[in-house]
C-alpha cells in the first residue's frame, strides 16, 4: 500500500465516520401544495368541484386520453376500471406475477379470478407465459408497468387482440412513462394511475381512470356517481356507488403536477448518479426497454447473490431498502385458493434478488454517494 492510498483510505474512513439514517421515501411537499389548498377554503368548495376538473384537464392533457374520471385510490381505480370494461364474476383475468398486491385483489373484488402470470426479467408480464395460461373463461388482462418503465405494449396488444381480451392497465407506477412516445395507461381499453404518497405524483390518496372508449367512459360516470351522470337529481337509471374524490386532493395534485418535470429531471438525477457511483459488480441496475420511456419511480436493483444479509447491512448502516415485489402465487391469502397453475420461476428470482434503493426526489447527491458507498464495501 503506498502512501497516496493509505491517505485515501483515511479521508474515506473520516468521511463516513457517522451513520446517516436515509429513509425508503419521502414525500416531495411544500408551499405550493399548501397555497392551493387554501383556494379551497378561500372559495368554500371542498368536494369534487372545480379543482378536480382542472387536474383532469391536465392529466388528460399529459396522457393524450380522450376520458378520464378520478377514483379514491389506485384499487378502486382499478376496480372500477374492471367493471366498466364489462369483466364479470367469474371471468378471469390474466395478471403479472410481479406487482402490489392490488392489482389481483381488484380483480377479485368483482368476482373474477386473478390468474397470475410470470414476469420477463425486466419485471413485466411474460406473454409466452400468459399464452397457455389462457381459457375459454379468460376475458381480460392486466399488464402492470413497473417501477416507472413501460411494459411491452406491442406484444401486449397483439396477444389481446388475437384472443379477443379486454386490456386494463395498472399503471399506478408510470405517471409521465411513455411505451413508443405513447403514455402508459392509454394502449387498452383503459387505465388506471394511482396518487397514493409514494407515488410519482400524489394527493394523499387518490387514482385516476383514463379511456379513449366512449362507451366504456359513460359506465365510469354511472358507476362513480351513484348510477347517475350529474349528481343533485334522485332518479338513478343504474346501479352505482361513490368513487368520488375532494377539491383539496385535487389541489394537492395540481401542484404536484406542476412540478412534475422538475421532479422527473430529479429523479432522472438520482437514477444516474447510482449507474455511476456502483462499482461492485455484483450489483445491476433495472433500465428500461429501448422503446420505453423513463420515470424512475424506484431505483431497482439486481444482487448476485440474495439479497436477505444485503438488507439487513445496509439496514445496520442507516440505509431503509424495500424487497421487490413478494410473488403473488405465493401470497398466505392466496395460497389456499385454486389460482395456481404453473411455476414462477422469474418472479422468485426477482424476489430473492431484487432491492427497492431509497430514490425520492429530494435526496441528495451526499446521500447516494454514502448508499453507494456501502454497497460498493459490501463483501458476502
Ligand atoms: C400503488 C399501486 C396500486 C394501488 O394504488 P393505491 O392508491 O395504493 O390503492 C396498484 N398497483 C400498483 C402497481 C401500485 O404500485
Not at 468521511?15 to 446517516?20: D, G, P, R
Not at 388475437?162 to 386490456?167: D, P, T
Request: proline residues 3%; negative net charge.
Amino acid at each position: 500500500m503506498n502512501l497516496r492510498m493509505v491517505h485515501i483510505l483515511e479521508e474515506q474512513k473520516t468521511k463516513w465516520s457517522f451513520k446517516m439514517k436515509i429513509n425508503q421515501f419521502s414525500p416531495y411537499l411544500g408551499d405550493e401544495e399548501y397555497k392551493k389548498i387554501k383556494e379551497c377554503f378561500d372559495s368554500n368548495w371542498i368536494t369534487e368541484g372545480p379543482l378536480c376538473a382542472e387536474f383532469s384537464d391536465k392529466l388528460l392533457k399529459l396522457t393524450g386520453a380522450k376520458y378520464g374520471v378520478f377514483a379514491p385510490n389506485g384499487t378502486l381505480a382499478l376496480y372500477l376500471a374492471l367493471k366498466a370494461a364489462g369483466i364479470k364474476p367469474g371471468d378471469e383475468v390474466l395478471v403479472s406475477n410481479f406487482t402490489f398486491i392490488a392489482s389481483a385483489n381488484a380483480i377479485e373484488m368483482i368476482g373474477a379470478t386473478p390468474v397470475f402470470v410470470d414476469i420477463n426479467m425486466d419485471l413485466h408480464i411474460n406473454i409466452e407465459h400468459a399464452e397457455e395460461l389462457i381459457t375459454e373463461k379468460t376475458t381480460g388482462i392486466m399488464p402492470i408497468h413497473i417501477y416507472g418503465t413501460a411494459c411491452d405494449m406491442d406484444s401486449i396488444m397483439s396477444f389481446a387482440k388475437k384472443h379477443n381480451l379486454k386490456v386494463i392497465e395498472d399503471a399506478a407506477q408510470a405517471i409521465g412513462v411513455h411505451w413508443n412516445g405513447k403514455h402508459c395507461g392509454t394502449f387498452g381499453d383503459i387505465g388506471t394511475f394511482s396518487f397514493f404518497a409514494d407515488k410519482t405524483i400524489t394527493t394523499g390518496e387518490g387514482g385516476f381512470v383514463v379511456t379513449n372508449n366512449e362507451e366504456i367512459y359513460e359506465n365510469l360516470l354511472y358507476i362513480r356517481n351513484q348510477g347517475r351522470i350529474n349528481r343533485g337529481s334522485f332518479l338513478h337509471p343504474q346501479i352505482g356507488y361513490n368513487f368520488r374524490i375532494t377539491d383539496l386532493q385535487a389541489a394537492v395534485g395540481l401542484a404536484q403536477i406542476s412540478k412534475l418535470p422538475e421532479i422527473i429531471e430529479k429523479k432522472m438525477n438520482i437514477f444516474n448518479s447510482y449507474m455511476k457511483k456502483i462499482k461492485n459488480k455484483d450489483f445491476c441496475i433495472l433500465e428500461p426497454h429501448e422503446k420505453s420511456g423513463f420515470v424512475p419511480f424506484r431505483v431497482a436493483l439486481f444482487y448476485k447473490h440474495n439479497v436477505n444479509d444485503l438488507m439487513k447491512y445496509l439496514s445496520d448502516n442507516g440505509i431503509e431498502t424495500r424487497t421487490f415485489f413478494y410473488p403473488l402465487h405465493n401470497q398466505p391469502c392466496f395460497v389456499s385458493k385454486n389460482w395456481i397453475r404453473s411455476e414462477y420461476k422469474n418472479s422468485i428470482y426477482a424476489y430473492d434478488h431484487g432491492l427497492c434503493m431509497p430514490s425520492y426526489v429530494s435526496l441528495s447527491e451526499e446521500e447516494i454517494e454514502y448508499v453507494c458507498d456501502r454497497l460498493n464495501n459490501y463483501v458476502v
